[in-house]
């Protein structure tokens, strides 16, 4: 299936690739490749450190760490249920899966597999929205532009936030220095940034901080340094403080963001709809309706039954297009790359696709031909000024209307991603 924004859903509701680990973890390709030396394994070594949570290193790292665990590896592969250790990775299902692949392909140098090995992108609504406006330091932050380490946009934001509280902490700043002492880490940030291009509000930023710290507090059995009266204070000062660093980093794709919304409202104030055709030639409607709040009231078994639900009107609502604008053109142009990968990748030989948005499947033995392939289509289709070209298609649907033109561009060379590792990994 595929969304209004050209996204590809999967059409089953459970057993999916685009479900849970465990579903994840249960799905093999039908058809089989051999791998036969490390060079064709490399990508379901680098599969089996990723699914642990060893990803945050190089791949060469990664796949040093598989051999390195080669016992542990060989353990849970004959006796799951006996040698746990499985169960601390990061996807465990998922790596119990790649357990039994990689057991075999180490014992005996190779192996007949069905397994998808996955590469992800780093923070794809970031990458896209540092794409779109060049931003130097997005890019770098989000593995668009080569780094001989794979970047780490959370806890580039970490660092900005303790550095932040170093001053505050000098200006004897109440909740600093505790901050500081209690320890942050790229958990703390990371689902605000993930969040930032999708819509974050003030409100669901100080939320997902919250949520850190209660589990944080739970599950890690670290109390919390601040008693009952400063609990809810402290945590609003560090939510507004990673909220500041996240907007000081990703200036560009903020006034992007914010220049998208701009747009967007200038239509919807005319009661019109917006239309735009992606790089892959996808048509996206974004027609919002107001919502009329109706109920409906029954007798069921003598009793009486009042139920409340939204049902749309025929006006456009400028507010909820405003609201969606950034996510849904971000989420029009990763489908785009989706679309061209598969096809381009297809011409190469590759017939089994394991796609979910932003993270990537094949065989391990034609990984190195799709991590190649999404590198040429995202250089081809992220060249473009694709802000100009979207801001003409809109003009040419509203000649009558006055639009401010896209925010100003940084300097990051896109050209350059075709050899970026960290790109998808």
Not at 201 to 220: C, G, M, P, V
Not at 255 to 272: D, K, L, P, T, Y
Not at 295 to 315: C, L, M, R, Y
Request: with cysteine; net charge neutral.
């Amino acid at each position: 299936n595929a969304d209004f924004r050209g996204r590809i859903y999967s059409i089953p509701s459970f057993l999916n690739v685009q479900g849970s680990d465990l579903s994840r973890s249960l799905l093999q390709f039908e058809r089989s490749e051999r791998v036969r030396n490390e060079s064709e394994a490399r990508w379901l070594l680098i599969h089996g450190a990723n699914t642990w949570g060893y990803d945050k290193v190089t791949l060469d790292e990664r796949v040093q760490w598989v051999h390195d665990n080669a016992e542990m590896i060989h353990r849970v592969a004959l006796d799951p249920t006996r040698n746990t250790e499985w169960m601390d990775a990061d996807k465990p299902w998922q790596f119990l899966a790649v357990c039994f692949e990689l057991s075999e392909y180490l014992k005996v140098g190779k192996i007949k597999t069905k397994l998808p090995c996955s590469m992800d992108a780093t923070n794809n609504g970031l990458q896209i929205l540092s794409i779109l406006t060049r931003c130097d330091y997005g890019c770098v932050a989000t593995n668009v532009i080569p780094t001989t380490k794979p970047a780490d946009i959370y806890d580039v934001v970490r660092l900005r936030v303790e550095s932040y509280m170093r001053e505050d902490a000098e200006k004897n700043h109440p909740f600093a220095q505790a901050w500081i002492d209690y320890g942050l880490t790229r958990s703390t940030c990371k689902r605000p940034v993930m969040c930032y291009s999708y819509g974050l509000t003030r409100y669901s930023n100080r939320q997902y901080i919250l949520d850190w710290f209660e589990e944080k507090i739970h599950a890690d059995s670290c109390p919390s340094p601040f008693d009952l009266k400063e609990y809810y204070k402290a945590v609003h000062y560090l939510a507004e403080t990673v909220w500041k660093a996240i907007e000081e980093i990703l200036d560009l794709p903020k006034r992007c963001m914010h220049w998208f919304q701009q747009v967007a409202r200038i239509v919807s104030n005319e009661q019109r709809h917006l239309t735009w055709v992606t790089p892959s030639g996808f048509v996206v409607k974004k027609d919002y309706r107001k919502l009329k709040d109706t109920k409906v009231s029954t007798w069921i078994t003598g009793e009486a039954i009042h139920v409340n639900f939204n049902e749309a009107t025929e006006k456009v609502s400028p507010r909820s297009m405003s609201n969606g604008v950034s996510p849904n053109t971000v989420h029009s142009l990763d489908s785009s790359l989706l679309h061209k990968v598969v096809v381009a990748a297809n011409k190469r030989g590759i017939y089994d696709f394991s796609m979910r948005h932003d993270s990537f499947g094949t065989h391990s033995k034609n990984s190195n031909i799709l991590a190649q392939v999404i590198r040429e289509q995202a250089v081809e289709i992220f060249s473009k000024d694709l802000l100009k070209d979207w801001l003409d298609q809109i003009k040419e649907q509203n000649p009558d209307l006055e639009f401010p033109d896209p925010p100003e561009y940084g300097q990051a060379d896109i050209s350059l991603l075709k050899d970026s590792l960290y790109f998808f990994s």
